[in-house]
């Protein structure tokens, strides 16, 4: 499976940003998929994700201003991010979780397929 993602950028506080991630080399839609984010010295996290039925899954931070979606017909997870904080500066991931058929887990050793990831730089 190859995850592209792409749409970061540099945007100032409040701002909004949409990244996207196509996947291929994979039945896109019985996987569940999400976002993550790792911000210099730190570790990586989860930030949202989406079942293979649409069910939604965010962290706190973020919830109520990213919001994830799926569009299976192009094999490509977006995630629209909204009200953007500095806090939110970080190189975002998407990824594919292990299994199919699964629900969304925010564990990140549960999800084996990673994209190259694409940078959010969020200024204040």
């Known amino acids: 499976v190859q995850l592209q993602a792409f749409g970061g950028g540099l945007v100032q506080a409040g701002g909004s940003l949409r990244l996207s991630c196509a996947a291929s080399?994979?039945?896109?839609?019985?996987?569940?998929m999400g976002w993550f984010r790792q911000a210099p010295g730190k570790e990586r996290e989860f930030v949202a994700g989406i079942s293979y039925g649409g069910s939604t899954v965010y962290i706190d931070a973020v919830r109520g201003r990213f919001t994830i979606s799926r569009d299976n017909a192009k094999n490509t997870v977006y995630l629209q991010m909204n009200s953007l904080k500095p806090a939110d500066t970080a190189v975002y991931y998407c990824a594919r979780k292990e299994g199919r058929y699964t629900e969304v887990v925010p564990e990140t050793s549960r999800w084996n397929s990673w994209g190259q990831g694409t940078l959010v730089t969020v200024s204040s």
């Open positions: 080399g994979t039945t896109f839609s019985i996987y569940a």
